[in-house]
């Protein structure tokens, strides 16, 4: 057993607030509070049925207690399953689950809630931004990727043959209800996959969280309660406030983006297969980085410095061995691609990013070996 659950009761719950206007919600953050759910999603969405989503390994151990704590806030629920794994987000699995749905009586006073990680949240996030037009959805994450990126902004989506989160829609939770006792039974790859999102945000908003990630890690990958719960909130409240400035993508919030380009590649290369999402952006941010340096925008050893983090979490940063002509295809259906422009995103310095829209060939010049390490996968 890792560090969360011995020491539940000793680190005090935090809050960030994604202000949004009328659609404003609060993320809660804490230790061993997935029990209280029930009356926090009552008092968010004063739903009186749940639609419950979530996958096998995560229902068999929290299911049951989410269930009871809204059954006790008297919000009937009914449990839908799709499986693991990121080739679940697609089109055939939302027909699937609106059947599922409807036939458990869902209405515009039902709530949707996403039990799991970021490929439940997204799957359920366009599920229930879709069905009768639109239905609340609460955010309750189970992984460390889902907690510090994906469950929160309102981003939702399901992959296509031609790439990743092409179909989707902007649709805000009601509630990002977090528990980071959770992360105790998370597999260890995983937590480094979400680690991912977590330097990612220190490397392109928050140098003073990057330094305190290379002398935290190890009791981040302990998940020590009093390093973990100040982490997770430092990463929501970057993402709250790039969101709150930008809810829809059109300036700021692409910087988020930084490592996806590449990364969401990746893995539509390699068919959604061997390769998590965080993985892949551990993988894109290496890439990106370098390229910051090639193309003079950021300092000299900025990228041995980001991969020296990533390496220590455990993650790759050598992107899998496919031509470049099949990387430019996969770039070529990128959302963020305007006319014959990618906007790319580049690193100034640790700390500190910007957008540049660059032609495909400038991102990756032909020139341009595919760089093999041996390090970091």
């Not at 839908?80 to 055939?92: F, Q, S």
């Not at 907690?147 to 829609?169: E, P, Q």
């Not at 899998?320 to 099949?326: G, H, K, V, Y």
């Not at 032609?359 to 070996?369: N, V």
Request: glycine share 10%; aromatic share 4%; proline share 5%.
């Amino acid at each position: 057993m890792r560090g969360v659950r011995g020491a539940a009761r000793s680190v005090a719950a935090r809050r960030v607030r994604v202000d949004l206007g009328d659609r404003s919600y609060p993320i809660e953050i804490g230790v061993g509070t997935l029990d209280a759910v029930g009356p926090a999603v009552a008092a968010a969405t004063g739903a009186r049925k749940a639609i419950l989503i979530s996958v096998p390994p995560v229902a068999r151990r929290y299911a049951a207690r989410v269930e009871r704590s809204l059954r006790d806030a008297g919000i009937r629920s009914k449990r839908l399953l799709v499986p693991d794994g990121e080739r679940t987000k697609n089109l055939g699995q939302v027909a699937r689950l609106y059947d599922a749905c409807l036939a458990a009586g869902a209405d515009r006073s039902s709530v949707v809630v996403a039990l799991g990680g970021g490929v439940v949240g997204d799957l359920a996030g366009f599920v229930a931004a879709t069905l009768l037009r639109g239905i609340p959805v609460v955010q309750v994450p189970t992984s460390l990727l889902a907690m510090v990126d994906s469950s929160v902004g309102g981003k939702t989506g399901v992959n296509v043959a031609r790439g990743k989160n092409l179909v989707g829609a902007f649709h805000q939770p009601s509630l990002v209800w977090i528990d980071g006792e959770t992360l105790d039974t998370l597999p260890t790859r995983q937590l480094a996959a979400g680690l991912a999102e977590v330097i990612k945000h220190a490397a392109i908003r928050d140098e003073r969280l990057f330094r305190r990630l290379e002398r935290d890690l190890d009791r981040l990958l302990a998940l020590e309660p009093r390093v973990c719960v100040p982490i997770l909130q430092r990463n929501c409240a970057i993402k709250a406030a790039v969101v709150s400035e930008d809810e829809r993508e059109a300036g700021p919030r692409m910087l988020l983006n930084f490592g996806h380009t590449l990364g969401h590649a990746a893995e539509a290369l390699k068919k959604f297969r061997g390769i998590l999402h965080g993985e892949g952006v551990a993988m894109g941010m290496s890439f990106a980085a370098e390229r910051s340096e090639e193309l003079g925008l950021a300092p000299a050893g900025t990228a041995n410095r980001l991969r020296a983090l990533l390496v220590r979490a455990g993650l790759p940063t050598d992107l899998p061995d496919f031509p470049r002509s099949a990387y430019l295809r996969a770039l070529a259906v990128d959302k963020k691609k305007r006319d014959d422009r990618l906007h790319f995103v580049v690193l100034r310095a640790i700390g500190r990013a910007e957008t540049r829209p660059l032609k495909l060939a400038e991102i990756w010049p032909p020139r341009r070996k595919l760089l093999r390490r041996g390090t970091g996968g």
